[in-house]
């Protein structure tokens, strides 16, 4: 690791980093999850921070020209890209300390963050109205504009992928931008924020970051009538209070929430890739993503070889340090969430069939939030298993007789953000996909994400698109403009 000297992330406003607005501030802590050790430190924000970051933010809207800059903006975003990536070892080292996950993941999060950027630098080049002739010589255009004033409330999970797929879009569209990012991770949040704002082409206020453990800068975000869009990442219980504090404002809002991703597994599967696909779709993160694997609904017909072989290939998954090549999962990300899997799994053997019982690893490991998987059998619909977002590193079987059942149960939640069919038959995935209520459906696939596809989910996962076409449409509106030519 090359990460040894202690740093600490501040916030940045108005074109300058800063520890503080008004006073010395208070110092927070980031944890090293995978050792539990004091990895770096972070600025804690007061809502002055988030006062002074909309104003200048706000500011820098109304007066600076880049909002009417396509090119330039398309030409910071490439520089953004190109810089992310020449920056991405040290990126990874840091992130692997702070986030616990593995150093592959964090490199393949920073490089779809790159990706991610150049694609939003070409779209910001092409955003076109269109005009018509009402009748002869009355003319209506219908002009997009940028948003105005954007917040950006992001979770610890993946604080790289998460931040550019809101960031590049709303920078392309011409907004400023009020970000709040997780402090857990803020040291990566900075160092991604570096690689933006040395350019002197970005206007100060246009592009503003403060750090906070707590939900008073956020709760400023969500109810300031100065803020015009929020993109929030998180779960589905804060997403609600934000979506009521924002309100009064009547501020359009893009909520990814919680999700409980079903994979269903037909008996025509190929068994060994299926098995190998939602291993990896559910214990990427060490399940600490929203569109991981979360149920596995197996056919009857091979639930009982499947699922023999599921626990085996649990057992196998090499748990460890992220920085080590032959890790195959991380830690979670604090001891707190460590113990909560581990007491639903004690839990689970009181009220269901526990197949795997993954236990707190000894010796080097103990010291980190570190918890090997574990499968449970659940029969009941009403179960937590089945209805409540878990995430971590814990997966529950069940079986379906049909099709028909295995539709029904898979849609028994009220989180439809992802799911996947696992079949040989691609007209009955197709159909099955289309009585899925879910925003994603893979087929012998999961967590398969791209920037130029929109994804998104319903119900207690949200509203609103992220990446593709449709992930600019919350940071831009339309006018009407009529002209009479005949006059």
Known sequence: MTTTTITTAKHYIDGRWTAAVNESGQIGETLNPATSEVAARFCEGTIAEGQAAVAAAKKAFAQTPWRHSARVRADVLLDFAARLEAKKELIADWLVTVNGKLRREALGEIMAGVSELKYYAGLARN???????????????????PAGVAAIILPWNAPVTLLVRSLAPALAAGCSVVIKPAHQTSVVHNLVMECLVNDERVPPGIVNSVIESGADVARYLTESPDV????????????????????????????????????????????????????GGGMVMAGQQCTCVARVLVAESIYEQFSQRLVQALKDLNVGFGDDPQSQMGCLIDMRSRDRIAALVEKAERQEKVLLKGEIPLGPLAKGAFIRPSLIEVEDLNSEYIQDELFGPLLVIER???EAQAIERGNATRYSLAASVWTQDGIRARRVASQLKFGTVWRNAHNRLFPEVETGGYGDSGYGKLHGLEGMNDFMQTKHFYFDVND
Do not use: N, W
């Not at 002869?136 to 504009?145: A, F, I, V, W």
């Not at 869009?229 to 501020?251: M, P």
């Not at 597994?265 to 890739?273: A, G, L, S």
């Open 127 to 145: 955003l076109f109205g269109r005009i018509l002739e009402i009748e002869p010589g009355r003319y209506s255009s219908l002009d997009r504009e």
């Open 228 to 279: 015009d869009v929020l993109s929030f990442t998180g779960s589905s219980h804060v997403g609600k209070l934000i979506a009521q504090g924002a309100a009064s404002s009547l501020k359009r809002l893009s909520l990814e929430l919680g999700g409980k991703a079903p994979a269903i597994v037909f008996d025509d599967c190929d068994m060994e890739k299926t098995i190998a696909g939602i291993v």
């Open 400 to 402: 379906f007789s049909d």
